[in-house]
């Protein structure tokens, strides 16, 4: 199989289902988005140490799900495929790993600015890129996809924050405070 179709050559993609729709359409920049933080996550994961590594490994798996439910707007694949579920049990998964990360931080006083060690640093670009994909899914509308996925994209940012902030403290780099 090769990797190019040619069938986007102008400017349309198809959804599953077999919809076109434009390139430009909200719900191709939403899934982009996600496509997006899922290459900076892989990114920092190439730098990160091993349980880092491992709690990115599961998010870019989960960003995968996102990205089908996403390109999926009518459910043709999403409803029988297990692994593009994302529930409230995969958020809670994330709000146990920044309860976890947050015991061996220092308490945030202050805003911190992004930077320190290349994990830190692209886990906070990726934290920017998260956040963005969450206004480019909200944008679509309520019914556009479940609520889990929002609140997973919501979490997912505070725990990217969390993750730079471990990144820097178990190398010993020190944050700089806004």
Same mark, same amino acid.
């Given at each position: 199989m ?5 069938t986007g ?5 198809g959804l ?10 909200p719900r191709?920049a939403?899934?982009?988005d996600?496509?997006e ?5 892989g ?5 990160a ?7 990115l ?7 995968f ?19 593009? $579920? +994302?529930?409230? %049990?995969d958020?809670?998964? #994330?709000? =146990?790993?920044? *309860?976890? /990360?947050?015991?061996e ?7 911190i600015l992004?930077?320190?060690t ?8 990726a ?16 019914? $556009? +996809?479940?609520? %889990?996925?929002?609140?997973? #994209?919501? =979490?997912?940012? *505070?725990l /990217?924050?969390?993750?730079?902030r ?11 405070e806004?």
């Amino acid at each position: 199989m090769k990797i190019y179709t040619k069938t986007g050559d102008a400017g349309e993609t198809g959804l599953l289902g077999g919809t076109r729709v434009s390139k430009a359409a909200p719900r191709v920049a939403a899934y982009g988005d996600v496509d997006e933080l899922n290459a900076w996550i892989g990114f920092a994961r190439s730098s990160a140490d091993g349980s880092l590594s491992e709690m990115l490994e599961r998010v870019q798996r989960q960003l995968f799900a996102i990205g089908a439910r996403l390109a999926d707007p009518v459910g043709v694949v999403a409803d029988r495929v297990a692994k593009t $579920a +994302v529930s409230s %049990d995969d958020v809670a998964q #994330l709000e =146990r790993w920044i *309860d976890a /990360l947050e015991t061996e931080l220092p308490p945030l006083r202050r805003f911190i600015l992004a930077g320190g060690t290349t994990t830190a640093a692209s886990l906070h670009l990726a934290r920017t890129v998260c956040r963005r994909a969450e206004r480019s899914v909200v944008s679509l509308g309520r019914d $556009a +996809v479940e609520r %889990d996925v929002l609140v997973y #994209l919501n =979490r997912l940012s *505070d725990l /990217l924050f969390v993750m730079a902030r471990a990144a820097n403290h178990r190398t010993g780099v020190a944050e700089s405070e806004w």
